[in-house]
């Protein structure tokens, strides 16, 4: 069983069914619990999946996952030790043999059963995501939205995978083309979106006949958990998904295995170059869908409201910690004077734990971003900028822990700045 906990109310996952059980009062954190704080790190361990079963690791090695509004323990994520890994792509080489060979109407029938069970289940998954993610609970719910779109889609697989033909390409001979699965495939996954990108990933893998393991974010792995749960519910044979936890090594592990046949990754530009990198030089498809940094242009006969509407929420929402975050926006010509309305619209954005109603905004991911983002801010004034609303030294009450800036926006930064040519990740 693996729990997740937030201040009111508690999800128990079992091996069959996700189940709400009664609130659990006075309870706000796994530090808060009547046991020691010893004993509850104990409890709250995420486990691997191998082969169907979910497996607490024998590493030695474990990383403390914090709720970024409070910065307090939720659960252990383990760095699976080599010999779990191995048995996680072993798992999914002999699940092959059998799943390939499933017809195509059955794979189809387990995607449909498990896009019930994410509508069934998309509270608890947003609670979920919000707790270990630390956005609002209104962006965690349209993670998974985009991510269920994906599993719909995987349902018409009985039309995605027909073949084509061509009679008579020349004199007595004849064409066709079928689409087959290519055996083990993996997924590497960022923080921002724990329900959206892996469901990007392992839905279509196994619905095509392939099978599947998947190494979440170690940052907030709990919902590709309990999507696996689902996934299992729904008739996902043994062996069909697995699940490895870690950070370099078990990349490494992946790029290097040659028994995987394809990498799927989503995440930055560092990561995402030495994984199509070393991934291709092991002959392996590798698809990776690296960072952005995103512009806007907005021209003066553009329609005002809906322009800076719009410039909020490509800016702030989801803390800013979004590929396609908006965060740079060059106005021209008259447009320069809304700035001081964008500004004021900024300043009303609540800033809260995601979790509180009519937050705006959540805390970034860890105390690090944190740091890095105030640094960037720092460093635009330094070289220049003016800085009408600064996000810095926020303090949200009853969260005076957490990791957050409030939105910040800077008016006529010079075409030098450097935070105008990188990638940030945040609220800027």
């Keep these: 069983q693996h729990y997740y906990i937030t201040n ?13 059980i009664a609130p659990l009062q006075g309870l706000r954190c796994l530090s808060m619990a009547s046991t020691s704080p010893a004993a509850a790190t104990e409890m709250y361990k995420t486990k691997n999946l191998i082969n169907g079963e979910f497996v607490e690791s024998s590493t030695s090695e474990w990383i403390d996952l914090l709720n970024p509004a409070t910065n307090e323990l ?6 699976s030790t080599p010999e779990e890994m191995q048995a996680a792509v072993d798992a999914a080489k002999a699940a092959f043999k059998t799943w390939s060979q499933t017809s195509v109407m059955s794979r189809q029938g387990v995607m449909f059963k498990f896009q019930h069970l994410i509508k069934e289940n998309m509270a608890e998954l947003s609670k979920n995501i919000t707790l270990e993610q630390g956005k609002t609970l209104v962006d965690a719910e349209g993670d998974v939205i985009r991510g269920l779109q994906i599993v719909e889609h995987a349902c018409s697989v009985t039309s995605l995978q ?12 004849d064409t066709y083309s079928i689409r087959a699965p290519l055996g083990v495939c993996a997924g590497i996954t960022p923080f ?14 196994n619905v095509c006949g392939n099978t599947y393991v998947l190494k979440p974010s170690e940052r907030d792995p709990g919902a590709a958990m309990m999507l696996a749960e689902m996934a299992i519910e729904a008739g996902l044979p043994k062996g069909v998904l697995n699940i490895i936890h870690g950070t370099h090594d078990s990349v490494n592990f992946i790029c290097d295995n040659p028994d995987i046949k394809a990498i799927s990754f989503v995440g930055s530009n560092q990561a995402g170059t030495h994984i199509y990198e070393r991934g291709s030089k092991n002959g392996k498809r590798v698809q990776a869908n690296m960072a952005a940094k995103n ?14 509407n719009q410039l909020v929420g490509a800016a702030f929402g989801a803390a800013g910690q ?17 700035i001081p309305e964008l500004v004021e619209r900024a300043q009303k954005l609540k800033v809260s734990a995601g979790d509180q109603p009519g937050a705006d905004l959540g805390p970034v991911i860890s105390p690090e971003s944190r740091a890095r983002i105030e640094r960037l801010i720092q460093s ?22 957490g990791n957050f800036v409030d939105p910040p926006s800077s008016a006529r930064s010079p075409l030098t700045w450097s935070a105008i040519r990188r990638k940030y990740s945040g609220p800027f």
């Design 322 to 338: 979004r590929c396609m975050a908006l965060s740079v926006a060059v106005m021209v010509g008259e447009a320069k004077n809304w």
């Design 192 to 205: 921002n979106f724990p329900a959206m990108i892996p469901l990007w990933m392992f839905p279509l893998a």
């Design 162 to 173: 027909m073949g084509e033909t061509m009679p008579s390409v020349t004199k007595d001979m």
């Design 295 to 308: 512009h806007g242009v907005i021209l003066p006969d553009a329609n005002k409201e809906n322009t800076l």
């Design 74 to 79: 939720v659960t252990r994520v383990p760095k």
């Design 8 to 20: 009111n109310f508690e999800t128990m996952l079992t091996h069959k069914v996700l189940t709400k």
């Design 380 to 401: 635009g004034v330094d070289e220049g900028a003016e800085l009408p609303l600064d996000g810095r030294n926020i303090e949200v009450p009853g969260y005076e822990q």
